[in-house]
């Protein structure tokens, strides 16, 4: 099963995408995570990402897609994957299409977990997640027991750098921007799911499995929603059919039963200029031997008037 996991900071991506890759046995694979693992190790990588992180910036499409390509090459990764945090924009999900279409192993769904704002901000502030097992608590919804110390192995919780109200800000507003549109794209794609991510994290975790259960067992078809197409204005439609526009406008009136007819060519004006005169049409042939006898009758006649005139004369 190959997903990925839609939604603001702070709507729970990374909470249910531990869950569930634990469930279906698929790897989380998390581009925030990644670059925060560049970044404690010190890498190049890491540090070419830390300002843009700091500022609740994207980090570069080049940087992000570098360490996707890196890690859908594990093994892990063959039997399918959850992506959470990426993609972020439109290029990385298009980045995305074309690497799975290249290994013929297309997307199955895009689950969009939605949440209202003011719970957004509420978990990201309060947000605080254990250094050595990665469990996730917060102050305000889920405390752990005793201040800045994991419930489950005693471990310091860590508050992460960007979670202060000022990043959390920008990071709110990028998504707006530019996150929110993938929404749009996957709906094109027949592929969006979408989940209400508010309440229990063990209640939101039975509404993904709902969803994710189909998926994984190949039950859900993927059926590319077919865009109503606009109906052309008359004058468009005529031109598109090189009709007489009064003709279109007639026939695009609802019950109207002819359509309209085409309008003959002009010939264009070039043509037109240089067109030989037309022949003329020949005779009917019945016309042409009337005109001889009537000849060959004046002929006669013209012999007879000479003859007599002759004979005239000489009884003179
Ligand atoms: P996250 O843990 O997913 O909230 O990511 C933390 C920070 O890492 C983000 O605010 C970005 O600066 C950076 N980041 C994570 N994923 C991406 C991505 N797909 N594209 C660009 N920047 C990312």
Redesign the pocket.
């Known amino acids: 099963m190959r997903i990925v996991l839609l939604g603001a900071?702070g709507s729970g991506?990374?909470t249910q995408a531990k869950l569930l890759s634990e469930k279906y046995r698929i790897p989380h694979v998390?581009?925030?995570?990644l670059?925060?693992a560049n970044l404690a190790a010190g890498t190049p990588l890491g540090l070419q990402?830390k300002a843009?992180?700091d500022?609740?910036?994207?980090?570069?499409?080049d940087?992000?897609l570098a360490i996707i390509r890196e890690r859908l090459k594990n093994p892990d990764a063959k039997k399918g994957f959850i992506l959470?945090?990426?993609?972020?924009?439109i290029p990385?999900a298009n980045a995305l299409d074309a690497m799975l279409r290249n290994i013929a192993q297309p997307l199955d769904a895009a689950i969009l977990m939605e949440v209202d704002f003011d719970i957004l901000m509420q978990r990201l502030t309060g947000r605080r997640t254990c250094e050595n097992c990665g469990a996730a608590y917060n102050v305000y919804t889920n405390p752990p027991r005793l201040e800045d110390q994991c419930d489950r192995c005693g471990g310091p919780l860590h508050h992460r750098a960007?979670d202060n109200e000022e990043t959390i800000g920008n990071?709110l507003r990028?998504y707006e921007g530019q996150t929110k549109p993938l929404i749009g794209y996957y709906r094109d794609q027949g592929r969006i799911e979408t989940v209400d991510a508010v309440g229990d994290v063990k209640d939101i975790l039975k509404r993904m499995i709902a969803v994710l259960d189909p998926i994984a067992k190949g039950q859900r078809k993927v059926i590319v929603p077919v865009k109503p197409v606009p109906v052309p204005k008359a004058s468009k439609a005529a031109a598109m059919l090189k009709v007489d526009p009064k003709a279109a406008k007639a026939a695009l009136k609802p019950g109207a039963k002819a359509a309209a007819k085409p309008v003959a060519k002009a010939a264009p004006a070039k043509v037109q200029a240089k067109a030989k005169p037309k022949a003329k049409k020949p005779e009917p042939k019945k016309a042409k031997k009337k005109e001889v006898k009537k000849k060959d009758k004046h002929k006669k006649k013209d012999k007879k008037h000479k003859k007599d005139k002759k004979k005239k004369h000489k009884k003179k």
């Open positions: 900071p991506k990374g998390s581009t925030g995570d670059l925060r990402a843009a992180m500022a609740g910036q994207l980090v570069s499409d940087l992000v959470d945090g990426f993609p972020r924009n990385q960007d990071r990028v």
